[in-house]
């Protein structure tokens, strides 16, 4: 969300922005997962309406397959040129953020380097019921409320973090494990400028704060947090977070977000033991509902049935003397008799047989189907593709079986709610970033939908090489020779076991970082790239060293992808390539091998290819010339011997 400035010429939400701060505020809004169905969702919302407390309501869409992504390419659209809060789209909040801001700007004002403010929660006696697959730790200094380091471990895991010396010398700080991150920012303009020089982050904290918070001594950012004490703050990040918050929100942990209050446009009455139901609700005698349970318009519930605990949404219908307890059954579903339902969550337009057992921990997608007589195990996952052995009846001790048991919790769940046909048409396809947090620790899980880059073997690579280019890009920035960093970036190489290939995507990342940030500072594209290639060209390839024309192109790829991150890549590309030819650091073959090559041609960094093309067809014109003035000097001496 982004202030802007009301436009001048009646009175309407101009004027009406005086008086509400919120009428001044425009949102942006990417989707994930499900981009048609979320973005129908809002269109059809108070937010689009002329009941909107925001000035506007802007979606935008891009091939984002990470919130790195997001982030960059908010960056190159630079819509955005003030301060802005950034929000997961999977909060549940009623925190008024007017005091954070107006901490975070006083702040400012005294020090523009402090480009971010994250708000968190301290947990409280209530958050025992979240299991987080990971436990975030924030090293804080308490005077001012600066982060000075984070990193996460996995829950249950010996607790061991590595904190820089220098940061021992501060009077006081606190090493915090209690809090719960929000995932509410409070950003400045450079947020994004510094998503777009880390072009290999993709995951908020893991990566960019971590990076941020450790790269200090380069950048002179700081990142300060600010503590929500008394107001509700969680999020969404898995089936479990899932039902802990619905249950707050049934039993009013925060009253202003309550259920009872029907601020979404349900009519529920609060009944005698704490029980709601909406109209139309039809309740066969001697059918039982117990404290706390919720039940929406147009249900059924059969004699016999006894519901404890349980959220029933609108339109199911539910058997008789069928046991359900502490689960929540979303709309349209159809349950019949004589079943046992604990702790699981049921999606719409599901169908559960007669006599059925569902152990605790069951998560039933969307228009699953699970015949009479199954026995579906506690943690199990039932999708609309789920086979349960012959004449459609799974033997009980294998009612539903697969490897995703090694999966975390917010993988299952994305995959058995995802997968089905009609609900995987997005153009990309955003998990929670929770989970892969989980998957890259544990090393294990496989997800077909993601939120970040995929745990694979290239961590170790792209690990080195954000590491080594940011240690160059401040050699580079200090002055160093080229000879001292040759020293130093081997020391790297043979400490990391990185191998030819990671050093040049290292030497080129550097490269173009440092360009880019010559060229930010007021230096021409020109005199930047052809400074920065004089002074730093042995890095790419020692004086008279052999270098294959593969190891070349890699160069030339990784420098693409860097530059396809930045604003002004474009008008770099063409002058890096002739530079590097002039200077003859790279062979010829190199550059009509990189252009030609599958890689460069990808959609994200097809533009830089592009603008390379015209260096490229000068280069075929310069070889075609040679080529002639050759056979014409063969042509020349085939006539001397035969006048001779």
């Known amino acids: 969300m982004a202030p802007k400035q009301a436009k001048s010429g009646g009175r309407g939400r101009a004027e009406e922005a005086k008086e509400d701060p919120l009428q001044a505020v425009v949102v942006y809004f990417y989707a994930g997962a499900h981009i048609e169905q979320v973005e129908a969702y809002v269109k059809a ?29 908010l960056d190159q659209k630079q819509i955005i040129n003030g301060d802005f809060i950034c929000v997961s789209g999977d909060i549940v909040s009623d925190f008024p953020v007017n005091k ?10 005294k020090d523009k380097n402090a480009i971010m403010t994250m708000l968190l929660r301290e947990r409280n006696d209530s958050d025992h019921r979240h299991r987080n697959q990971t436990v975030p730790t924030f090293v804080i200094d308490p005077t001012n409320d600066r982060c000075l380091h984070y990193e996460e471990s996995l829950a249950g895991a010996p607790f061991g973090t590595h904190i820089d010396p220098e940061m021992l010398k501060s009077p006081e700080i606190d090493v915090r494990q209690d809090l719960i991150d929000c995932r509410i920012d409070i950003c400045t303009p450079d947020v994004l400028s510094l998503w777009s020089d880390n072009f290999d982050n993709n995951h908020p904290r893991r990566e960019f704060l971590f990076g941020v918070l450790k790269d200090y001594e380069l950048n002179g950012k700081t990142i300060h947090t600010y503590h929500i004490n ?6 969404v990040d898995g089936p479990t977070a899932y039902a802990t918050i619905t249950y707050d929100l049934r039993h009013g942990v925060a009253s202003s977000l309550a259920l009872t209050n029907n601020v979404s446009g349900t009519c529920f009455r609060r009944l005698r033991n704490d029980i709601s139901k909406e109209d139309g609700v039809i309740i066969h005698r001697p059918a039982r509902l117990a404290h706390g349970t919720l039940v929406g318009e147009g249900s059924s519930i059969g004699a016999g049935t006894n519901l404890r605990r349980t959220i029933v949404g609108r339109r199911c219908q539910i058997g008789k003397k069928t046991e359900i307890h502490s689960a929540i059954i979303w709309d349209d579903v159809a349950i019949g008799s004589n079943v046992k339902l604990s702790r699981a969550i049921i999606g719409s337009e599901a169908y559960i047989g007669d006599n059925v057992t569902i152990e605790e921990g069951v ?13 579906v195990s506690a943690g199990k996952r ?4 789920s086979t349960f052995g012959m004449n459609g009846i799974q033997p009980e001790e294998d009612a539903y079986d697969s490897d995703e048991e090694e999966e975390d919790d917010e993988s299952q769940w994305a995959r058995s709610f995802y997968q089905q046909a009609g609900f995987n048409n997005s153009t990309s396809s955003l998990a929670s970033d929770v989970s892969e947090a989980s998957d890259q620790m544990s090393g294990s899980g496989s997800r077909s939908q993601s939120f970040a ?14 590491d080594t280019a940011a240690i160059l890009v401040q050699r580079m920035q200090e002055g160093r020779h080229a000879d001292d960093m040759q020293s130093e970036l081997m020391g790297l190489r043979f400490s990391g076991g990185a191998d030819g290939t990671m050093v040049q995507k290292a030497v080129a990342t550097a ?18 790239t052809r400074r920065t290639l004089e002074q730093y060209r042995f890095l790419i390839r020692r004086q008279n060293a052999e270098q294959t024309t593969e190891e070349q192109v890699v160069f030339l790829l990784e420098a693409q992808s860097d530059l396809s991150k930045r604003t002004d890549g474009s008008r770099i590309v063409p002058l890096f390539v002739k530079d590097l030819y002039d200077l003859d650091v790279l062979e010829e073959e190199a550059f009509t091998e990189w252009y030609e090559d599958e890689r460069s041609q990808e959609e994200a960094v097809a533009p830089m290819r592009d603008a390379a093309k015209p260096f490229i067809d ?26 001779e």
């Open 45 to 73: 919302s108070k937010w689009m309406s002329s009941a909107s407390p925001f000035l506007r309501v802007e979606m935008i869409r891009c091939m984002a397959t990470s919130v790195g992504d997001i982030m960059r390419d």
């Open 100 to 109: 954070a801001l107006k901490v975070h700007k006083q702040r400012r004002e």
């Open 230 to 235: 008394g107001y509700y703050a969680n999020r």
């Open 363 to 375: 998560l039933v997608s969307f228009g699953a189907s699970i015949p009479s007589g199954t026995h």
């Open 382 to 385: 039932v999708t609309a593709q």
């Open 453 to 466: 880059t995929h745990a694979s073997d290239d961590d170790g690579t792209e690990r080195f090489v954000h």
């Open 511 to 528: 490269l173009t970082k440092h360009i880019h940030a010559e060229v930010s500072g007021g230096v021409s594209p020109q005199e930047a």
């Open 618 to 643: 000068w280069l075929a014109t310069a070889d075609e010339e040679e080529s002639e003035d050759e056979d014409e000097d063969e042509d020349g001496e085939d006539d001397d011997s035969s006048d």
